[in-house]
């Protein structure tokens, strides 16, 4: 009987759980062993592994952050790390590994994969950074935390005709910000793809008062070239002139706590199974993630250390909508 293993790694994002379960219950179907790996590739180097059946991992699905444990582990970057973690896999019998994570738990699993491991790589990263996939496990859901922040903000701004800065997450991504910015409403939006330094903020925040509106959001992604302190300080600093305050609310790890939600459990259960699928077939060296809608199996060494571009035009669109 194949003996697999399954690791979650890097930041944890909504859906993990259910990517989890998918792959453990269709490589179980297909007369496969299944072992959780605890703590990415920490818990590969040490050896923590847990037998995995049908019920292990059942009441999960609608749980958030991922019952495998995650971790960044700085042994695995090295070539030592990984060279340990090979001696691990061999002395426990495993054949192939299920990664599932974003850009550096794939740059890990493509490390593997070219040290002769089969490994399928899941897409699963809240920034949506990841090549191979438009679209990865977690980001759905991060996206209605950040909404949901945007929208409560957005009724307490009104009232008090001030200004608001959200900082949401992404790494050095801005697809969390712009996407929330256009779904959320929001006046001006900063990613590191387009800076917007904190003057220009602050006139396009004035810009839209005077277009009559109640409230002035701005969303800027943690990535982004002037942090949100920055231009935090920036206006406290020119109060007067700019004539009107700044609040600032850090999104943080709010963002990816949580249960997902229906998109994040189907496209995990799809990924996750798709996985499964092609272990059972032989098929690895890929990461599964979905394009055009259709689910898709890309070679580990395309997607390796590659980030995905974010469409530039929607912060045209963003510019337009909020007028
Ligand atoms: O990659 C996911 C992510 O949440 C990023 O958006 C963020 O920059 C980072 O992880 C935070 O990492 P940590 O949880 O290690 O602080």
Redesign the pocket.
Known sequence: MKRIGILTS??DAPGMNAAIRAVTRTAIAAGMAVFGVRRGYAGLIAGDFIPLGARDVGGIIERGGTFLGSA?SPAFMTEEGRRKAMAVVEANGLEALVVIG?NGSQTGAHHLSQMGLPVVGVAS???NDLAGSEITIGVDTALNIALEAIDRLKTTAASHQRAFLVEV???DCGYLALMSGIAGGAEVVAIPEAPCDPETMARELRAAYDRGKSHAIAVVA?GAKHKASEIAAHFREHHERIGFELRVTSLG?VQ?GGAPGAFDRLLASRLGAAAGDLLSQGKSGVLVGLIRGEITATPLSEVAGKKKPLDLRLLDLARLLAQ
């Open positions: 890097g930041g960044r974003g990263t809240i920034d997450m992404g790494r943690e790890h990816r």
